[in-house]
């Protein structure tokens, strides 16, 4: 089964507005963990954003923030201010428990910012 | 600087060869990760390694193998076996395995002629 959704094959926005990427995810575990990695054209996967399942706030890092709806099991990306230097692949993944073996990822968003 | 090689970049082979795929890092992480990316697809675990002389299957571990006789060094090779190789490869590693954040090399993009 999918265990991560996200919706949007590819999105565009504007440069210097703020953009939501989707993600949903299915698990019945209690303790499990919420990462987005960006993928640009080069092929490396570069680390965002963590968000555990037992933190009460909303994960941000500069530009970025995870909006975590837990009810809906959504994990939403936020990116204000977009650059171009956004335009990538960016990625949602699960890990359930403690081990980064158990990561799941889903089939990501190709989002493009426009001039 | 201190990160994740991998080598070559492109890499095609023939079918019934095997070839081994590079993976080298210098940030003295204990945990070492194999991925394979297809299209339209997420990353897919192939094998991991805790620590050095000891690595597990991940979720499509059928066609490869893997070796880590140094804390650096993290090899795929990729056999004959393995019936659908063309992708992408991510070698990835951490401080440890439960560590949050993943580093990822550049990857190589084998294509079977």
């Known amino acids: 089964a999918q265990k991560i959704t996200q919706t949007q094959p590819g999105m565009f926005v504007q440069e210097k507005e703020a953009v939501t990427l989707d993600c949903t995810y299915d698990?019945?575990?209690?303790?499990?963990?919420l990462f987005w990695y960006k993928q640009p054209s080069s092929g490396e996967m570069i680390f965002l954003i963590y968000?555990?399942?037992?933190?009460?706030q909303n994960a941000t890092e500069g530009r970025y923030s995870l909006n975590f709806q837990k009810a809906r099991k959504s994990a939403n990306l936020v990116i204000s201010a977009s650059q171009l230097g956004d335009s990538a692949m960016y990625f949602c993944a699960m890990r359930e428990g403690r081990r980064n073996n158990d990561m799941r990822f889903g089939a990501g968003t190709r989002l493009t910012v426009k001039p | 600087d201190g990160g994740i090689t991998q080598s070559p970049k492109y890499l095609f082979r023939k079918e019934g060869q095997n070839v081994t795929l590079s993976c080298e890092q210098n940030l003295n992480h204990d945990a070492m990760y194999w991925y394979r990316q297809d299209p339209g697809q997420g990353l897919r675990l192939i094998y991991y390694?805790?620590?050095?002389?000891?690595?597990q299957k991940g979720d499509i571990a059928e066609g490869y193998s893997v070796s880590r006789e140094k804390k650096e060094s993290f090899p795929l090779t990729v056999t004959s076996a393995q019936k659908n190789p063309t992708a992408f490869y991510l070698c990835?590693?951490?401080?440890?395995?439960?560590?949050?954040?993943?580093?990822f090399g550049p990857g190589t993009r084998l294509t079977v002629l």
């Open positions: 698990t019945s575990d209690q303790s499990y963990g």
């Open positions: 968000q555990g399942s037992y933190d009460e």
């Open positions: 990835a590693s951490s401080i440890d395995d439960s560590h949050n954040e993943q580093f």
């Open positions: 390694s805790q620590i050095v002389n000891d690595f």
